[in-house]
């Protein structure tokens, strides 16, 4: 399977370029949707190698932010999602699924967390333990933001991400936007850099994280958890409707509503309804694709540290060197899959 650039699609809709591969003859088609940000990387590409290779499919791979992917999903450019922070886009989500658009097919990855993480140094030596504790006189000066010095940084999500607005509302909720801004980074890459920067370098840091991921595994970095207003499912509601209503129509949309931690959630697995009733038995797979938090942080490890971000090696790596995959399809599709390793 070779991951090339085959072409880009509609800048209105999809700001993601298009990874392709092919088969002869292939028996059905596959177009999966992929994010920038790591985990979702390695789903994409473990599923994709699994659905051309035992299935005879030919699939091709769409990678971008949150918003253009979910909004192809939608208009039936993209079968497959292998990773969905479903909690996030609950709003979004909820016609879809009421509609019988999408089907949700299960969980991929059983525990996940996000939050607001001070480095541990800055933390103990001031006393930081919640979202309050980051109003206290002279804490926003330690985050001095370089663009902005007269307020200091949040490193936040990128703001394709619907964390980004999620942030923006929860600095704003909590008083914490006259302090600090609500700065993106520009690329999960690019937010990986300035934590393990910072920890490099000594520096305090201020960001929006989540796991499972590779970073949050280094014995280097070692961040604290914010404490947040506990999770209720009524306030992350009210804060959702808000949320897609500055996604839609831009932060001067922005009124007042609620905000709470995140939900530390399980992320799961979703597809296009026409497109699992013409491929059942590929469908299937999907249904059945799921990994413990702790493979996936192994498998993150080896993604980023030993291939160099190569998503055809890290599929090749995860299928050879483990068997739980075996029972997510028949005998005669995972002999096809060992004989093209």
């Known amino acids: 399977m070779k991951f090339i650039k085959k072409s ?12 392709g591969t092919s088969s002869a003859n292939a028996a059905c088609k ?33 990678k971008g932010s949150t918003t253009p992917i979910m909004a192809a999903f939608f208009d039936g450019q993209i079968d497959v999602i292998t990773e969905l922070w479903e909690d996030n886009l609950v709003e979004l989500l909820k016609p879809h ?41 002279g804490v926003w000066e330690l985050f001095k933001d370089p663009e902005n010095p007269s307020k200091g ?41 300035a934590i393990a920067g910072a920890f490099a370098k000594g520096k305090p840091i201020f960001s929006y994280y989540w796991t499972p991921t590779s970073l949050m595994g280094k014995a280097e970095i070692d961040m604290v958890r914010l404490e947040e207003p506990a999770y209720t499912a009524d306030c992350w509601a009210a804060m959702s409707v808000v949320v897609e209503d500055i996604k839609a129509n831009g932060q001067e949309a922005y009124v007042p509503s609620c905000a709470n931690e995140y939900k530390d959630m399980a992320l799961t697995k979703t597809v296009r309804a026409d497109w699992a009733a013409e491929n059942p038995d590929v469908a299937a797979m999907i249904k059945a694709y799921a990994l413990p ?10 993604y980023v540290d030993e291939s160099d971000g190569d998503m055809e090696a890290t599929a090749i790596h995860f299928l050879s060197s483990n068997s739980v995959w075996e029972s997510w399809v028949s005998a005669d599709v995972a002999a096809n899959i060992k004989s093209a390793l």
Not at 31 to 36: M, S, V
Not at 293 to 302: C, D, G, P, S
Request: glycine share 8%; charged share 20%; proline share 2%.
């Open 293 to 302: 938090t702790e493979k996936v942080n192994e498998m993150l490890a080896y």
């Open 97 to 137: 699924f009421a509609d019988g658009s999408i089907i949700h097919m299960g969980t991929n990855t059983p525990a996940s967390e996000q939050a607001f993480w001070v480095d541990r140094a800055t933390a103990e030596a001031h006393g930081l333990k919640s979202v309050e504790d980051m109003k206290k006189p």
């Open 30 to 62: 596959a177009h999966l949707g992929d994010f920038d940000w790591d985990s979702a990387n390695i789903h994409t590409a473990i599923a994709s190698f699994m659905i051309e290779h035992g299935f005879g499919c030919d699939v091709e791979v769409t």
């Open 153 to 193: 940084r949040m490193t936040s999500c990128i703001s394709g991400w619907t964390c980004y607005t999620i942030n923006f509302v929860k600095l704003k909720e909590y008083g914490l936007d006259e302090l600090y801004t609500n700065f993106d980074p520009g690329s999960g890459g690019a937010l990986d850099a």
């Open 8 to 19: 880009v699609l509609s800048l209105v809709l999809l700001a993601g370029i298009t990874l």
